[in-house]
């Protein structure tokens, strides 16, 4: 009897704690259930785990969450809210990046960063960068031309070949994370695509074939086997050999938009990304989900397809109404939320859209803590 008193004190205790901490982050979440505005004039848009950066007038803004000091205040002026107001973080930027908890821009040779670096993709020492911080690879003393940036993987180029930083560089010895990898060497002229995820790369060639290396995590996005498969080399991707104008990254899946517009994606079908109910599911065979397809975003929990026409189709979780309404935690078939958009980009429990008149968008919810579960309206 007293051990059952006592298990039901500390469930009480428990459930306490949880309200109380569910009241004191209620200024840490922003809910929107239908699009919001972000602002107009907007020429290039991204978004990471809570934060959304957008290029407008050349210059780079930045809202959302500033818990790992995204948002560029600084450490002595970090706002533990999340935040509507854009805050100008660069001038005069090439091109804007949001992944995870980092946003950044590139700028002459160099990579201008704030947020936290947790897998060494800029620099050895992990942590978070309060202040916006110049980063320009190792060794590399030329004009920046095109850089890829996912959660905890930085990809660039230099001269014909490319080379990588942070968690694909050796997923076992972290020590290695910032000591770049030359992946592909002196071939980079005969490359169309790459699509990076925090998991794996995809490299696309301009004969139609494509490679791909990383973790496979029992997904089998690489190879049809059961067990944890790491692939510190490129293999030859063997669900198309050619037809397909570009492929989709995703945390769990990955994605190929063909010529002709079809989507197939293949992969994990948790939150119902497969379109298939059944969320036991994992297939290394792609499956056609939506045709007319132009874009594609999947790098959190949900899915977003630009078609052709400028519709845009979302399915996949739903729990924060990042795609509709209803009471449905998991959406799992296409389902048209926006049209006259010419860019899509997905968060953590938001969308983002950006119209054919420079006006942006975002719906769901951005949050200050969006990993924990019992966050507010989660």
Known sequence: MKTIMKFCILVVMVLITNLNYVQATQDRVMVSNKFRKIASGITQIDSGESNIIFKKNQNAYVIGSDRFGCLGYGEDRIKEEIILQPNQIGKNVKKIYCSKDVVAFTKKKYIYFCGTADNGEFYETTGDYYELTPFTPLNYNQKLRRIWLANGNLLYEQKN?????????????????????????????????????????????????????????????????????????????????????????????????????????????????????????????????????????????????????????????????????????????????????????????????????????????LSWTPWLPNSPKW
């Open 161 to 365: 070949s490319l080379y990588i930083n942070g968690f694909l560089v050796n997923p076992i010895d972290q020590s290695s994370y910032n000591k770049p990898k030359c992946i592909l060497k002196n071939k980079l002229n005969t490359v169309k695509s790459i699509a990076l995820s925090s998991n794996y790369v995809v490299i696309h060639y301009k004969n139609g074939g494509a490679d791909i290396m990383g973790d496979d995590e029992y997904n089998r996005c690489i190879r049809n086997r059961k067990d944890y498969q790491h692939y510190d080399k490129f293999v030859p991707l063997q669900q198309f050999r050619s037809g397909i104008k570009k492929y989709v990254a995703g945390e769990k899946n990955v994605g190929a938009i063909k010529k002709n517009g079809d989507f197939y994606i293949w992969g994990s079908n948790k939150h119902g990304f497969l379109c298939d109910k059944s969320s036991k599911k994992v297939s290394n065979k792609p499956k056609l989900v939506l045709k007319n397809v132009k874009d594609v975003s999947m790098k959190y929990n949900h899915v977003l397809a630009l078609k052709r026409n400028g519709t845009v189709w979302a399915w996949g979780r739903n729990h924060q109404k990042a795609i509709n309404q209803s009471k449905n935690k998991v959406i799992a078939k296409p389902t048209k939320i926006a049209s006259n958009v010419k860019k899509i980009s997905t968060g953590n429990g938001f969308s983002v859209i950006l119209k054919n008149n420079k006006m942006a968008y975002w719906k769901g919810t």
